[in-house]
């Protein structure tokens, strides 16, 4: 089966799909062995090669569904991100990256690259001279991560894979919070695709996994690597993916609808002092968002006004989830003042536009009545004790 000839549901439910031959079962058997044969068989297949009907299939779907010629699942998110990264970077290399990246990768790069002598910059901002001028001699690599976490910036995807093509740096993108459904960087020339895979694909809170979509000729560098590094998903989790990824296109789509009618809603709620969500027309990269991607996520960031406590609002929240996870079917919400950027000075954080009353909100699949009514309800809680201590 062909991309061009499926509509992307038929994608998610049917592609990579393993044929039940024996009892022609409506789903795909589990494949839990850890021991194959290896005589008479034109695969030699063992889990840590990433290779059993499971693990084999599965990595279909994902190609597909990124538009590339084959793919990988993982263990995590960042067993694809740190797998991916030593595949194309050797000692005395260097890797442009983007600041405005998910913590995680932050930290693998700061706290492991100069263990392997890797050279790093990162970007100031997203203009096209803040990646010439990172660029050096002997940079290998640059790595994005569109939309960004939390602040919803969007990064021009055909300008990096401009600047790369003409000096022969590998791109690489963390495609995490758009998902498949809503971007497909690889159409705009960016190499290699990186998800973690607990978030829209896995889509319950459930999974942990990681997924890397790439040319066949990258893609086995990669898995050269893979094998040696070990990061594998078990087959069971594996099966559980493929069941998640049957709804991520219905699921994302009802996700993207719902945020962009409670980003409306809240940019114009008197508690809230500003949001950001590309789909706004106010959003500065909106035009860009709407060139590079089919929809605008699930996820959205806002910054609650100098009078509302962020910490208390969410706690007086009911229905969202203070979560520290996100791209799930319930709406969760997290204060990256608390979480993802507590390790940050407050000056650290005021450069980088994170105020400490801004929220990242993951929109779920709930009637937005619900999330509006919960909204409201949190901020008249807060509002009334502000209320009982001013008198």
Not at 176 to 183: E, L, V
Not at 263 to 286: F, I, N, Q, R, T
């Amino acid at each position: 089966m062909k991309s061009k000839n499926l509509g992307i549901n038929t994608i998610c439910l049917h592609v990579g799909e393993v044929e039940d031959k024996q009892f022609k079962g409506a789903i795909s058997p589990l494949y839990m062995a850890s021991s194959y044969a290896y005589e008479n068989v034109d695969i030699k297949r063992y889990p840590r090669y990433f290779n059993t009907p499971n693990q084999e299939a599965l990595s279909k779907k994902i190609a597909m569904l990124e538009h590339a010629e084959a793919g990988l699942i993982f263990g995590s998110g960042m067993a694809a991100v740190s797998t991916t990264m030593l595949a194309f970077l050797n000692s005395g290399d260097h890797v442009v990256l983007q600041k405005t990246l998910y913590g995680g990768t932050f930290n693998f790069v700061t706290e492991e690259f100069e263990k392997f002598g890797i050279e790093y910059t990162f970007t100031e901002g997203f203009a096209e001279n803040d990646f010439v001028s990172a660029i050096k001699e002997n940079t290998k690599v640059i790595f994005i991560e569109t939309p960004s976490n939390p602040l919803m910036l969007i990064t021009d995807l055909e300008m990096i894979s401009g600047i790369a093509k003409k000096r022969g740096i590998v791109t690489m993108i963390d495609n995490t919070f758009a998902s498949p459904i809503n971007q497909n960087p690889i159409d705009f020339g960016i190499d290699i695709c990186i998800h973690s895979a607990t978030k829209y694909m896995g889509g319950h809170s459930d999974i942990c996994a990681g997924a890397v979509a790439a040319s066949d000729e990258h893609m086995q560098k990669i898995w050269n690597k893979a094998k040696n590094l070990g990061g594998s998903l078990s087959d069971y989790t594996v099966w559980l993916l493929e069941r998640s990824m049957k709804t991520m296109a219905l699921r994302v789509k009802a996700q993207n609808r719902n945020a962009k009618k409670m980003a409306k809603w809240l940019e114009k709620h008197s508690m809230v002092a500003k949001v950001y969500y590309p789909g706004l027309k106010s959003h500065p990269d909106y035009e860009l968002a709407k060139k590079q991607m089919s929809g605008y996520t699930g996820m959205l960031s806002f910054e609650l006004v100098a009078e509302i406590d962020a910490q208390k609002f969410t706690q007086a929240l009911r229905l969202v989830k203070p979560s520290m996870s996100l791209a799930s079917v319930e709406s969760t919400i997290v204060l990256p003042l608390k979480t993802s950027h507590a390790l940050l000075s407050a000056e650290e954080r005021l450069h980088q536009g994170i105020a400490d009353g801004l929220l990242r909100f993951s929109v779920g699949i709930e009637d937005k009545k619900d999330l509006m009514a919960d909204f409201e309800q949190a901020f008249e809680a807060v509002t009334k004790n502000i209320l009982q201590k001013s008198n």
